[in-house]
């Protein structure tokens, strides 16, 4: 069992960066597959960034690849997303996820099935 609590989320300016991270209690955090996803109002969830146990390999959805990165430190149970130059479609709650393994093939990793711990959110708005 893995429990996951985000934080970092806040209010930011258009071209700002915020920094999310998830802190995870329970056994064996090094071993999992990290996430993240987000909810806009009205629309589903959608995968934003994964990382392996290792940290050595990532994953990132298009709208964000070049302005987001997702890193880990195993020693602290963390997981960590520096977000850069945001925009208004960026504003969301954002979800840490956990996964016993490393989803494959690829269509797997930005599945929200795919991710068997969920934390509770944290919400991240971006003005214009």
């Known amino acids: 069992q893995v429990q996951l609590v985000e934080s970092g989320g806040g209010l930011v300016q258009a071209g700002g960066s915020l920094r999310l991270s998830c802190a995870a209690s329970?056994?064996?955090?090094?071993?999992?597959?990290m996430g993240w996803f987000r909810q806009a109002p009205g629309k589903e969830r959608e995968f934003v960034a994964v990382?392996?146990?290792?940290?050595?390999?990532?994953h990132y959805a298009d709208s964000v690849l070049g302005r987001f990165t997702i890193s880990r430190d195993n020693a602290k149970n963390t997981v960590y997303l520096e977000m850069n130059s945001l925009k208004p479609e960026d504003t969301a709650v954002y979800y840490c996820?956990?996964?016993?393994?490393?989803?494959?093939?690829?269509?797997?990793?930005?599945?929200?099935?795919?991710?068997?711990?969920w934390g509770q959110g944290t919400q991240v708005t971006v003005s214009s």
């Open positions: 996820a956990a996964a016993r393994t490393w989803p494959a093939p690829a269509a797997q990793r930005v599945a929200v099935r795919s991710y068997d711990y």
């Open positions: 329970g056994r064996a955090f090094s071993s999992y597959t």
């Open positions: 990382i392996n146990w290792s940290g050595g390999r990532t």
